[in-house]
């Protein structure tokens, strides 16, 4: 069904992984360190990659960096570390997912597929939009001023900002852009969304992102 690159040094729960995805019908690369992970994530073009945080070789917090930098393929972040601050650290980097181990094999292939799901329709969102002195571009998942592509921005900014644009003149609150934005539900979210809104600010300030007080934000349709 997909390509999936698995970046786990346990052996037991490297295997474990894979057998779920294999059993799933998914093609699967089980790598034991975050540079082969990196230089598989070239070669192989794949649909999900599943990252595990404690690495012989590094933070799972910089590998993750590093693959976005070069990809927005959806990223499920699967760890032993079960403090909330990591959680929310590896959200911010553009992870999609975050589940801590033992993990329950159903709920890993539901957060996976879930991930994969909203990457499609990402992918399909519609393409040259104008907000602002912006063009927004959701096919090339591009956001460009004046002819010049603004390079700055992460994958899961220019998410956000096609989820306002969809949702454009209406106020969206944060519950509803941590639920379907993130895919998630509780976990950090008024901390996590309003950084991302602010971060936007900073990159796109003219954008006309306006916040209602009590509910959430608002982006104003191009008039």
């Known amino acids: 069904m997909a390509k999936v690159l698995v970046i786990e040094d346990d052996p037991l729960f490297g295997e474990m992984t894979e057998k779920l995805l294999r059993k799933d019908g998914h093609e699967v690369v089980l790598v034991g360190s975050g540079q082969d992970g990196l230089d598989q994530l070239q070669g192989l073009s794949p649909e999900a990659v599943i990252l595990d945080l404690e690495l012989p070789d590094g933070s799972g917090f910089d590998f993750l960096k590093s693959i976005r930098a070069v990809s927005n393929v959806p990223v499920l972040v699967v760890s032993g570390r079960s403090d909330e601050m990591d959680k929310v650290l590896a959200l911010e980097l553009g992870a999609d997912d975050y589940t801590t181990k033992p993990f329950l094999p159903r709920e890993l292939m539901a957060r996976l597929r879930a991930a994969m799901r909203r990457a499609g329709s990402v992918a399909t969102a519609p393409t040259e939009i104008d907000i602002g002195p912006?063009?927004?571009?959701?096919?090339?998942?591009?956001?460009?001023?004046?002819?010049?592509?603004?390079?700055?921005?992460?994958?899961?900014?220019v998410e956000l900002l096609l989820y306002l644009i969809r949702h454009a003149g209406r106020a969206v609150d944060r519950e509803e852009l941590f639920r379907e934005v993130w895919d998630q539900e509780g976990l950090g979210k008024s901390r996590t969304v309003d950084a991302h809104v602010s971060s936007l600010r900073s990159k796109l300030p003219e954008?006309?992102?306006?916040?209602?007080?009590?509910?959430?934000y608002r982006l104003d349709p191009a008039s």
């Open 207 to 216: 954008l006309p992102l306006t916040t209602v007080r009590g509910k959430g």
């Open 134 to 157: 912006y063009r927004v571009d959701g096919r090339r998942f591009e956001v460009s001023q004046d002819g010049e592509v603004i390079d700055a921005l992460t994958a899961r900014e």
